[in-house]
């Protein structure tokens, strides 16, 4: 099957940071994203999991967007500046996508 | 004397107050009980709800008074002074940062609507009524002590506070449902009660014990993963602050004209420290500071005293005040 | 019509309408409130459950009468005509084409239980009684209404419904639960009830609270979201089509010869449109319809509508030609 | 006889059987009905919560009476023996291997909780009392039968079982809040009972009804998906086997002289099967044991076969050996 | 360790759609997926989350299917049939894998 | 914007055995990883499914790690005595991230 190239972005963040980071990404014209819940995990401060929380400052999620190569500078710029003083893990890995007009 | 200790030994072996004991052991314990995220949730729905209800009831049955007003004022007085306090307390006992402690202390100027619960439900054992609006002075009392603690750091610097952030603080899930809750009471009066009393008021003290069961999961896991965080300095400070607060509330609902169960909650309501709307802020507003302490404090120290020792405490010294 | 005033008043005045409100309110306001999906499902449980235990032990008590296979065999008639009717009036008013258009008549030949169960209570508030089996007409009126939707769009076309579509509708959750409670209430009787009924009976309005409060939470930010979509066209037909369908519904209930109470429930019914089984059947059959539409529509105008308006509309008709 | 077949009969009318097999039947036609994780777990949670609870109060009333400890003393030796018995009967009966045999082995010497509360229920229905601390016998039996699992295969080899195992079997959720919650009930008294009965109380039933729904849904599922692993001579041992364990459960409470009440429970609890704590054991000690086929064999037939032949049965025979 | 080339396939589909999707895959011999959780997401039909949703016609899931190359084509012929018509995002990416006996 | 070279290890594991996994990474020096909750999968053990679950011994999660590249062999030697005898399914992908410093 046909396929293009392209990159996908994961992000790490606190759930409080989710509407933050989505209003972030949509200023910089990232409009397609998708945003899986995160169970627990550990990292310098520590490990958790879900069942510890009591509200809403705890919690992390993961945003996943895949874009174009020539994009990806502006998501990453415009992520970093939400991410930058917070918590939180931004990897990139190539990948192919179906359906590239999507992009 | 003798009376306090009476009331603390029926607080202590009340099954509210020992469900939230078995919790913080079982956590203790590495027990792998655990009340899962969305019915912990739905307890707290249903417990702001019913609590916010049965006040907007009550103030339907009673009228609005002259002091409705004036409580909601000093709440929010209360609210943004208390951090100050605390701030300055924590400076002089414990070595926390300045960041640290400016966000610990708009903690303690918020408040925990589920210490105002229990505090509820111990006055209703013993018979002694409130003003229904005590729940609408908890929900102004939320967001000022905000403020406060941005404010202690923030003098000079660029504000940390913007308008989203703003917003969201005063439409906080947990303000709107109490809010809303007290004015459907307010509105459908008695006569709304009595349709929906056996979901909001029978069942209430069942669904309170099992929200303390998950209340104490939540703060023995938080101790056992925060407390070697705090110093001695901090945790004096998480049992010293409550009844600061609360001498500052006797104050405010002497002046305000209180009756004596009005004057318990609102003892409690200063005593006690949010672990919930305050968090969110700050980790937004000042991520820097670091959550394992403040929700340590709040959640592991100042929660579990003010519901074992300082509810019966500040109801003892109600008392004795109102007696004289 | 001082009557009908009175009654709409009431309605806009209980616990229900009003938490329903406040859901609306703070969703737009863009509060963070919000229900657990787990929790909120949950209570869809317990509300289907209980509403087709009560029908069924009602039924158990006045015995099975002639017109229970008669009213099953009007309910799948009125949902497979409604959408004829609601499409030709939807092509009329709006500016949607065939397709949307179809997939939106399709909701509108189907049910809400919540309205039905709305209107229940609205009749228990009013000492009015009504027909048990009215549970099992819902359940009969929910999905021939797809078939008509999708035939008038796939005449011609090659078919858009599999058997594992077909089974699945059939075989929903929601269905199954109505019916299957339905005949538990049914074969246990008086005596079933009488051990779950502090479960059943007593609580169910409070929760009926929780669950319409979450519905207004998601009918608000449906509207928020799609409400920009819907043209005025659209929007006059989700207020338009609830009492066409309440008429038609009324000529069946006397035809039928129901009692006052069952008659409002055929009326709602018809007049209701559902936003849980069609829209999944939609989005498995159409999947080029717009759910925000057609979500929107059901949801956000039709449903209040029917909640704040229609039920007391429909109760004060029907007793005025009951009392005719 | 007939009073045997009469208490089954009235048994499988009960709403909280025909629930369960509501929920087989739906499952079984692959319905999409289905209760939220959360959902389950929270109702878990409540019914040990109450069924602990209750206990405790009872044992406060009726004092600890000597057989306590014996009857705690008689589970465990039940719970270490029984998997042997099943081992042995497994390998006569079926064409399992050793593992995967002292794998189910496990399972039926350890007790399956919800089965258990049925059984109550029915005794509850019946008027019969029970003595307060089978919650605690319960408890204890859920652990030995694993540690006797484990050791059917690891003669020889080297140990399975490591510390932290050991503590998560020991303190898994359910134990710790049954226990607790025993001891809370202990402690509060009648007292306590009076605060939160109309929680833990009245809406018992019919929680466990909407429980047992899920359960017959899982049960159903599990067979749909792992009914075709097991043999005719695994289902033999699946509906054999509780009835020989009841017996020595029958035996035993003779022995110590346990009520009517008390020896219809030790019955069902040497019955019954696990499907929680000890299939969780068993994925970390024997990962090469099968778990459709431990879990299927407890849940989709030991289970229903006790909850609908099986508690009537015991308790017809229990009736039979006291009138005697 | 030894490792072994495969595809890492990554599908998010609306949750109507998972049974579906289940079923062709098995149909075309892909045994081995994984399923996750999505709580949110954004695309040409705008920003949505799970706190929004009544019904099971709304939310999606992503199926992670790690592949042999091999079998690739086969696979997204399988998934893409499902995909084509309804909202979605397939991409592809280079992995290696332990145990690849497993593939 | 500056990135650095890692890896993206992920493994599907029993929910039981995550604890276990948590900690014989931490054993072995790996401090950062997330975990996600699975709703469902197929594998040699047939399909499943959330709804379909009783109790703890059942369901997965995913383990999330981004390690150096210099840490990968560490890290899946730790990862696959956890694994070994369970069910299961570990890959590995070529990443780059963001704030190297923090791996
Ligand atoms: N190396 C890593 N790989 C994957 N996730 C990580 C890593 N480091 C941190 N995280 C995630 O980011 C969260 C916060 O990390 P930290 O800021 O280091 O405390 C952790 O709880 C993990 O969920
Ligand atoms: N570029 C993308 N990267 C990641 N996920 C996406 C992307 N585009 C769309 N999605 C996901 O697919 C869903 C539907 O997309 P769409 O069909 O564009 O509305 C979104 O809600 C996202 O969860
Ligand atoms: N090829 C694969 N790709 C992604 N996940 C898989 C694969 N094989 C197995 N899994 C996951 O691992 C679980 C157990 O697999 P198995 O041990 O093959 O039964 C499955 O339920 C899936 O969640
Ligand atoms: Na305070
Ligand atoms: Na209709
Ligand atoms: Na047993």
């Given at each position: 099957m046909q396929t293009h190239k392209a990159k996908r972005v994961e992000i790490t963040i606190e759930?409080?940071?989710?509407?933050?980071?989505?209003?972030?990404?949509?200023?910089?014209?990232?409009?397609?994203?998708?945003?899986l819940p995160v169970y627990g995990g550990s990292g310098r401060s520590g490990l958790w999991d879900r069942t510890g929380q009591v509200g809403r400052a705890e919690g992390m999620v993961q945003f996943i967007c895949i874009v174009r190569e020539e994009r990806l500078d502006a998501l990453l710029t415009a992520a970093f500046k939400v991410v930058e003083k917070h918590i939180g893990v931004v990897n990139i890995t190539d990948c192919e996508v179906l359906r590239a007009e999507r992009f | 004397m003798a009376e306090i200790l009476s009331l603390a030994a029926n607080n202590l072996l009340s099954p509210i107050v020992l469900c939230f004991v078995l919790g913080v052991a079982a956590s203790l314990a590495k027990s792998d009980l655990s009340v899962p995220e969305a019915a912990a949730k739905a307890l707290s729905i249903y417990l702001l709800f019913a609590i916010g209800f049965k006040g907007g009831v009550s103030v339907a049955a009673h009228g609005v008074d002259m002091t409705l007003g004036l409580s909601l004022v000093a709440g929010v007085i209360l609210s943004a002074l208390l951090p100050l306090l605390a701030f300055a307390l924590l400076r002089a006992l414990s070595g926390l940062d300045r960041l640290n402690a400016a966000a610990v202390a708009g903690h303690y100027g918020s408040i925990s609507i589920v210490t105002f619960v229990a505090a509820t439900s111990v006055l209703e054992s013993s018979g002694i009524a409130s003003e229904g609006y005590m729940v609408a002075v908890a929900a102004a009392m939320e967001a000022p002590a905000i403020l406060s603690a941005l404010w202690l750091i923030s003098r000079g610097e660029s504000g940390r506070?913007?308008?989203?952030?703003?917003?969201?603080?005063?439409?906080?899930?947990?303000?709107?449902?109490?809010?809303?809750?007290?004015?459907?009471?307010?509105?459908?009066?008695?006569?709304?009660?009595?349709?929906?009393?056996?979901?909001?008021?029978?069942?209430?003290?069942?669904?309170?014990?099992?929200?303390?069961?998950?209340?104490?999961?939540?703060?023995?896991?938080?101790?056992?993963?925060?407390?070697k965080l705090l110093g001695w300095g901090s945790i004096a400070f998480g049992v010293i602050m409550p009844p600061i607060g609360a001498a500052l509330g006797l104050i405010a609902a002497l002046m305000l004209g209180l009756s004596l169960g009005g004057t318990v909650l609102l003892m409690t309501l200063s005593a006690s420290a949010s672990y919930i709307a305050v968090p969110a802020a700050m980790r937004v507003a000042l991520p820097e500071a670091n959550p394992s302490i403040y929700l340590t404090l709040s959640l592991g120290v100042t929660f579990p005293f003010n519901l074992v020792l300082g509810i019966p405490l500040y109801l003892a010294v109600a008392s004795f005040v109102f007696g004289a």
């Open positions: 759930k409080i940071m989710q509407s933050r980071l989505s209003d972030a990404l949509v200023k910089a014209d990232v409009h397609g994203f998708t945003i | 506070m913007d308008a989203s952030l703003w917003r969201e603080i005063m439409l906080n899930g947990s303000i709107v449902l109490l809010v809303g809750a007290f004015f459907i009471g307010m509105i459908t009066g008695q006569e709304g009660l009595d349709e929906i009393s056996s979901f909001v008021v029978s069942p209430f003290k069942g669904v309170l014990c099992l929200f303390l069961l998950d209340m104490g999961l939540v703060a023995g896991r938080g101790l056992a993963k925060g407390g």
